[in-house]
């Protein structure tokens, strides 16, 4: 039997996934309401990579039936995103991480679940 672990995060990744949680959270609060009206968008995980050049950031969006939505209108704007997100942690990191957003669906599933229960 073989047994394959995945490779723990390092306390720095953890370090700097907090961080960039942190400041994408408030980049949201201030971009999102410009050209996402109406919509609620929150930074619920941060993954990165080994070398810190690439970042999985997980959204949770609020009403969740137009998440694919505002999900493709965050793609199309993430060069601007990771721009701020630069120029706020440009003391704290050498290279600014490439920026790939996914929708966070734990949400509606455990709803769902509990649906079901009921």
Do not use: C, H, W
């Amino acid at each position: 039997m073989v047994l394959i672990f995945a490779p723990m995060e390092t306390l720095r990744q953890q370090k700097v996934s907090r961080l960039i949680q942190k400041e994408l959270a408030g980049i949201f609060l201030k971009v999102t309401p410009g050209f996402i009206p109406g919509k609620m968008v929150t930074v619920t995980q941060v993954r990165i990579s080994p070398d810190l050049l690439e970042v999985k950031a997980y959204l949770s969006v609020f009403p969740s039936k137009d998440a694919d939505e505002v999900l493709k209108m965050i793609r199309t704007k993430t060069p601007e995103i990771r721009l701020s997100l630069g120029n706020i942690l440009k003391k704290n990191l050498r290279r600014i991480p490439n920026l790939s957003f996914f929708i966070d669906d734990s949400l509606d599933y455990a709803e769902r679940i509990d649906e079901l229960l009921k």
